[in-house]
C-alpha cells in the first residue's frame, strides 16, 4: 500500500498504525521529503466485498445445513450424490 503525502504529493512513510477495529485503522504517516516534512494521519477502513471469502462458505453451509429439516437433508444429499 502506498501513501502519498497530501500536501506536497510524495511518498510518504507510515509510521505507526493504531487499529481502532478489524474494519477501521488510523495510520500515522510523515512525508518523506525533507524539505516538507508533513505528518498527518490518515483513515484506512473497510469498505465492501467484492468476493466472498471461501472460508466462510462451508461454515454458511454447515449452518443451512443443520437448520434443515432431516427429510429436506437426506433430500439434498441424495441430489449432491448425483454429482
Known amino acids: 500500500m502506498r501513501v502519498f503525502c497530501p500536501e506536497c504529493g510524495e511518498k510518504a512513510r507510515i509510521q505507526k498504525t493504531n487499529r481502532i477495529s478489524t ?6 504517516c510523515s512525508c518523506s ?3 516538507c516534512g508533513h505528518s498527518f494521519v ?19 453451509v454447515t449452518a443451512l445445513v443443520n437448520s434443515m429439516s432431516p427429510e429436506k437433508a437426506k433430500e ?3 441430489q449432491l450424490a448425483m454429482f
Request: glycine share 0%.
Open 23 to 28: 474494519s477501521y485503522a488510523d495510520l500515522y
Open 76 to 78: 439434498l444429499h441424495n
Open 33 to 35: 521529503d525533507p524539505e
Open 42 to 60: 490518515m483513515n484506512l477502513s473497510f469498505s465492501h466485498t467484492l468476493s466472498p471469502s471461501a472460508k466462510n462458505t462451508t461454515e454458511l
